[in-house]
């Protein structure tokens, strides 16, 4: 079993920066495509980033140019660091985990996901 628990959410300014951590158990970055999903209330599951195994990334055009994602593999912490940050950018963000990384994307939800944390961006 997958466990991902995430942090580094907050309250920021438009234009500000924060970097979401999540912690996931051993060895989940061998064997998954990890990545991270955000929903706002009432819109769609929308796919943010996915890093796969092999450590391609992938953005989402909103946010290509100003997220990025890596992961530390001694620590098995997944990052996103997040720059430039815009109103719309607000909602619940997932650390996500599956042998595939379209799942992060759209379609059902992806095997393994977190409690989420929270951001939140103030025009």
């Known amino acids: 079993q997958v466990q991902l628990v995430e942090s580094g959410g907050g309250s920021v300014q438009a234009g500000g920066s924060l970097r979401l951590s999540c912690a996931a158990s051993?060895?989940?970055?061998?064997?998954?495509?990890m990545g991270w999903f955000r929903q706002a209330p009432g819109k769609e599951r929308e796919g943010v980033a996915t890093i796969d195994y092999d450590g391609s990334t992938n953005y989402a055009d909103s946010v290509k140019g100003r997220f990025t994602i890596s992961k530390d593999g001694a620590k098995n912490i997944l990052y996103l660091q997040m720059n430039t940050l815009r109103p719309e950018d607000t909602a619940m963000y997932y650390c996500?985990?599956?042998?595939?990384?379209?799942?992060?994307?759209?379609?059902?939800?992806?095997?393994?996901w977190g409690q989420g944390t929270q951001v939140t961006v103030s025009s």
């Open positions: 996500a985990a599956d042998g595939f990384c379209g799942r992060v994307w759209s379609g059902p939800y992806p095997r393994h």
């Open positions: 051993r060895y989940s970055y061998i064997k998954y495509c």
